[in-house]
Every structure is written in structure tokens, then in C-alpha cells.
């Protein structure tokens, strides 16, 4: 189901459920927690860290480190860009 490397596991179809309801997305683990919550699914952030490296190693997500970290469901090779300036209205 998920990888021949990964057991599929109620907590890892569930968390890659929510990581793929859109296609190309970009995802945190802090976003991921709070959506998990909204969705009735009780899950520790530790585990949501651990379960996306999980998915990375098992190339099901792309890691991509900056300011911040995020995951991307989109394993195609592709750019990322961030803004690292704080544009402040006058």
C-alpha cells in the first residue's frame, strides 16, 4: 500500500491520507498535527516527525529544508524558493 519498505500501519495510511489530500502540496509537521486533530486522528507530533522521515526515506515525500522545514508530496525534481526578507507595509 504504501511502500514495499514501510509496513502499513493505521497511523501511517492515516497521516498519508492527510499528506496527499491535494495533489502537489506542500506540508509541515505542525500542519499536519493540527489537521490530524481537526480530523479526530489522536497522534503525537513525535510521531508525525517520525513518520515523514519515514516517507521521505522510502522516497514517498520530498524533505526540503529552509527557514522552515515542509514536505512535498510532488517527488518529481523540482525548484524550491525561499523568502527570507520581511517586507514590512508602510
Given at each position: 500500500?504504501l511502500?514495499?519498505?514501510?509496513?502499513?500501519?493505521?497511523?501511517?495510511?492515516?497521516?498519508?491520507?492527510?499528506?496527499?489530500?491535494?495533489?502537489?502540496?506542500?506540508?509541515?509537521?505542525?500542519?499536519?498535527?493540527?489537521?490530524?486533530?481537526?480530523?479526530?486522528?489522536?497522534?503525537?507530533?513525535?510521531?508525525?516527525?517520525?513518520?515523514?522521515?519515514?516517507f521521505?526515506?522510502?522516497?514517498?515525500?520530498?524533505?526540503?529544508?529552509?527557514?522552515?522545514?515542509?514536505?512535498?508530496?510532488?517527488?518529481?525534481?523540482?525548484?524550491?524558493?525561499?523568502?527570507?526578507?520581511?517586507?514590512?507595509?508602510?
Amino acid at each position: 500500500m504504501l511502500n514495499a519498505r514501510l509496513r502499513a500501519t493505521q497511523q501511517r495510511v492515516i497521516l498519508r491520507e492527510l499528506c496527499s489530500a491535494r495533489t502537489d502540496r506542500h506540508v509541515s509537521a505542525e500542519m499536519l498535527f493540527a489537521q490530524a486533530r481537526e480530523n479526530g486522528f489522536p497522534v503525537s507530533q513525535s510521531t508525525i516527525y517520525k513518520t515523514l522521515n519515514q516517507f521521505a526515506q522510502a522516497e514517498r515525500l520530498l524533505r526540503i529544508y529552509g527557514p522552515r522545514s515542509f514536505s512535498d508530496t510532488n517527488t518529481h525534481a523540482h525548484p524550491h524558493y525561499f523568502c527570507t526578507a520581511r517586507i514590512v507595509a508602510p
